[in-house]
């Protein structure tokens, strides 16, 4: 059973509209949730970090947690063509372990 | 300049040779990570340390190994027990293991 899941993509948007990443996970009892953006051959770099139910905003990025579900999205507003990279969601389970989806490629059209 | 630096950046070994791969940090975290990464996958976590002098095995330790001496450094050894060693491997650092996991600049390790 993959412990945290996300649609490998590509997802492709045109420029200034709204790109919506969505990563599942299995282990009920996470608590620490986080999003990375990695550029093509480069390492990951944090966007956003979310620990509780709701929605976290920083600029245009939004991430939406819902644990019920086991759920964690992330929202870029006013999408632009330097936002084109692979998005990797990260949750802790159990006490330490981060886990990695594999990350989906988002494309931002001119 | 805080930050995570790695080196090199591109490494190549030729079969049956041992090679290290260098991390530091001058970040005063406590806790320090390898993961590897290869084309269209997630980071897969190889060893991490939480204190200094002592670290544990990830999910995919076999053929690696590491050392923890000093908590600004976290060399890892990929050894010629690892058979598929070809991949982009990355080092981070955290305050504790619970804290936000920062990323180094990756080494891209290529077999001859």
């Known amino acids: 059973q993959k412990e945290v899941e996300q649609n490998s993509g590509p997802l492709s948007v045109p420029e200034g509209a709204i790109a919506s990443l969505n990563c599942t996970y299995s282990?009920?009892?996470?608590?620490?949730f986080f999003w990375y953006r990695q550029y093509s051959g480069k390492s990951p770099e944090l966007i956003m970090s979310?620990?509780?139910?709701g929605d976290k905003e920083d600029g245009r990025f939004t991430a939406q947690l819902n644990k019920a579900s086991q759920y964690v999205s992330l929202l870029i507003r006013d999408s632009q063509p330097s936002d084109s990279a692979t998005y990797l969601c990260?949750?802790?389970?159990?006490?330490?372990?981060?886990?990695f989806g594999k990350g989906t490629l988002l494309t931002v059209n001119p | 300049d805080g930050g995570i630096t790695q080196s090199p950046k591109y490494l190549f070994r030729k079969e049956g040779q041992n090679v290290t791969l260098s991390c530091e940090q001058n970040?005063?975290?406590?806790?320090m990570y390898w993961y590897r990464q290869d084309p269209g996958q997630g980071l897969r976590l190889i060893y991490y340390?939480?204190?200094?002098?002592?670290?544990q095995k990830g999910d995919i330790a076999e053929g690696y190994s590491v050392s923890r001496e000093k908590k600004e450094s976290f060399p890892l050894t990929v050894t010629s027990a690892q058979k598929n060693p070809t991949a982009f491997y990355l080092c981070?650092?955290?305050?504790?293991?619970?804290?936000?996991?920062?990323f180094g600049p990756g080494t891209r390790l290529t077999v001859l």
């Open positions: 282990d009920r009892v996470s608590q620490s």
């Open positions: 981070a650092s955290s305050g504790t293991s619970l804290d936000t996991q920062y």
């Open positions: 340390s939480q204190i200094v002098n002592d670290f």
């Open positions: 990260a949750v802790t389970l159990g006490n330490y372990k981060l886990t």
């Open positions: 970040l005063n975290h406590d806790a």
């Open positions: 979310i620990y509780s139910n």
